[in-house]
């Protein structure tokens, strides 16, 4: 019974008002100054302003007194590769001396050394290590992450990988909702045969993660070099015919069309858009399609930073990821993520908890059931140790995360 109240927050940041496609006002948050949330059963059933009284039996309820405290809808962190084997740190320490990210995976290493070691782990080992990753994003208050598959590329490992995020999530409190990205390089065995190995996954891998339903997205790296457009847009359309949402790794390294490509498609989510162009963009957001940056990729690669800001002027829904994985973003932390999107993606603080709430459910799907504090929604949420969300950008680096609470019960205290 997960009846809670949490009481007298100094905020209530409810990033209420969504309104499906054309998302909201990014700027604004809809705050309930000193507000109360009720849960029962583990579901918002209130949320009051102050001075309205509460309804319900307290002695039903676990009270937390949330004075000088904000709290907020849970983190929804919407771009993550946080299943796989062995780690890159030889990689980081080439690219910092001047190696780029591309030259590295052109000679054999990059996602295709994930992949190696990732075949080589069993189950339980990547079980072990993603549910320690999890725990490790709850502290920051994540509550609910998408993982991709792509560091097997063969039928069993892709497998392996999918089973995994399905046991974290019946076995783990955060939610974890799976995407199949087999077409995220092209391995060893594939190298030149990149269409035959888009017709592996369209034949072969679709049936089999659709049948057990391993996965609710279908994800591709269409980038130089790695899969075309028309590759990309081959795989996609076929995903959806298995009824996956479609999602996309687009313009990363070069303008390749990738924005474009999503909005042709109507994709739930583009994603990186370093280099997107000014169509790519009204594109996106007259499609609807969630732009998500990944500002922590952007700041590993030592690369420009995506344009946040054109894309929020002219109207796209911007979501924030941290892309967690262990070779263009070895992190996943949420003080560090505010920061770069306010102060180098010149974001406001409003602009950026829309962007990794409301927005970030709505990259996954979830807009209707997460993302904001509104009655009938999942109870997941995160109280500060400040009294504004201000302080997320603001206290730089810092996890001011005090209490995470996930469909009413608190994980983190
Ligand atoms: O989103 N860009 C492609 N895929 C991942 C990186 C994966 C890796 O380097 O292992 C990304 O950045
Ligand atoms: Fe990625």
Redo the contacts with the bound molecule.
């Keep these: 019974m997960n009846n809670l109240v949490v009481k007298n927050a100094s905020q209530v940041v409810t990033c209420s008002g969504f309104t499906g496609k054309r998302g909201r006002d990014m700027s604004d948050l809809h705050v309930i100054e000193n507000g109360t949330v009720v849960i029962t059963d583990g579901v918002i059933s209130h949320v009051l302003k102050e001075g309205e009284s509460l309804s319900v039996n307290l002695s039903d309820y676990e009270v937390i007194c949330a004075e000088g405290k904000a709290l907020l809808p849970g983190f929804v962190d919407p ?1 993550t ?1 946080f299943v796989f084997g062995g780690y890159r740190e030889e990689e980081f320490a080439w690219r910092m001396r001047g190696d780029s990210y591309m030259d590295i995976m052109n000679r054999g290493g ?2 295709v050394n ?1 992949t190696r070691a990732t075949r080589a782990a069993s189950e339980d080992e990547l079980f072990i290590a993603g549910k320690q990753r999890l725990d490790a994003m709850m502290q920051l208050g994540i509550t609910t992450v998408e993982g991709k598959s792509g560091y097997g590329l063969d039928r069993e490992t892709e497998l392996k990988q999918l089973r995994v995020m399905r046991r974290l999530n019946d076995e783990h409190p955060l939610d974890v909702v799976s995407t199949f990205m087999g077409a ?1 390089a092209t391995p060893e065995e594939w190298k030149g045969r990149e269409d035959e190995f888009i017709d592996f996954n369209i034949n072969e891998m679709f049936p089999l993660v659709a049948q057990e339903k391993l996965a609710e997205c279908a994800d591709i ?1 269409c980038e130089k070099n790695v899969f075309t457009v028309e590759q990309s847009r081959r795989y996609l359309t076929a995903a959806r015919e298995f009824g996956f949402k479609l999602k996309i ?1 687009a313009d ?1 390294i070069v303008p390749f069309g990738g924005a474009e490509l999503a909005a042709e498609l109507g994709c739930l989510s583009a ?2 858009l370093l280099k997107a162009s000014d169509k790519g963009i009204r594109a996106m957001a007259k499609a609807g399609v969630v732009s998500t940056l ?1 500002p922590l ?1 952007a700041f590993s690669l030592r690369e420009n930073f995506a344009r946040a800001r054109t894309m929020i002027d002219n109207n796209c829904m911007v979501s924030l990821a941290t ?1 967690f ?5 070895f992190s996943a932390s949420v003080p560090l993520l505010f920061a770069l999107a306010c102060i180098y993606m010149k974001m406001s603080p409003e602009e950026a908890v829309t962007a990794f709430t409301i927005n970030s459910a709505a990259a996954v799907g979830r807009a209707d059931k997460i993302g904001s504090i509104d009655v009938g929604k999942q109870a997941d949420l995160v109280l500060l140790q400040f009294p504004s969300y201000k302080f997320l950008p603001y206290h730089v680096g810092m996890n001011i995360v005090e209490k995470v609470i996930k469909r009413g019960q608190v994980l983190v205290n």
């Design positions: 771009h590769h990059g996602i994930t995220h790296f790794h990363e994603d990186h990944l990729t892309d994985n262990p070779g263009s973003s």
